[in-house]
């Protein structure tokens, strides 16, 4: 319990909340992903400030989960890892989704954020972004930044396949037949 509270602590001040909970709007990841937000290259997703955080509880089941799947990993390794326990949803337009997403990035570089892993979501029919994962040199902590088109946050809340935006991986000619073929 102590590790996961502890743990818990260190990503509650990267993301920049009081003690008490509330949100800090000069400093941590949450003002950082707002300063960025107004670069105009994408807008954070509704509620993403509110929620960027895991809810306590929701943290240590998903550590405690962690814990049972890789019991040859210490308790302070995968407290860092839990899966979301940060995680900024950045909304972009279809016509800007690849240059918006490389621009976002560049601006979490400049920042000093170090790139950790990228998954290209667009061929699963369900979960169709771009996720990536970030350290955060400054409290030493991993976070996670997606990003979507409106169709593609939309879609899991509707139960049906999202429109397919602009693949980043795809070439301009792919693009042209997924459009050209309706989707």
Known sequence: M????????????????????????????TAAMHRIEE????????????????PPDVFRARLADMLRRHPDRTPEQLSMR??????YVFVLEDEQYADGIRDIEEALYT????????????????????????HDPFNDVLFQVQFHTEA??????????????????????????????GG
């Open 111 to 134: 920042r000093g954020y170090q790139l950790q892993a990228r998954k290209n979501g667009w061929t699963s029919p369900a979960n169709r972004s771009v996720f990536t994962i970030w």
């Open 82 to 87: 839990v899966p979301s326990a940060l995680c």
């Open 152 to 181: 593609s946050l939309d879609a899991p809340r509707h139960g049906r396949p999202p429109a397919p935006a602009r693949d980043p991986s795809a070439t301009p000619g792919q693009a042209e037949t997924v459009r050209l073929a």
């Open 2 to 29: 102590r590790i996961a509270e502890d743990a818990y602590d260190r990503f509650r001040a990267a993301e920049g909340r009081s003690l008490l909970g509330g949100p800090d709007r000069g400093t941590g990841l």
């Open 39 to 54: 670069l105009g290259h994408g807008r954070l997703g509704a509620g993403t400030s509110e929620r960027a955080l895991l």
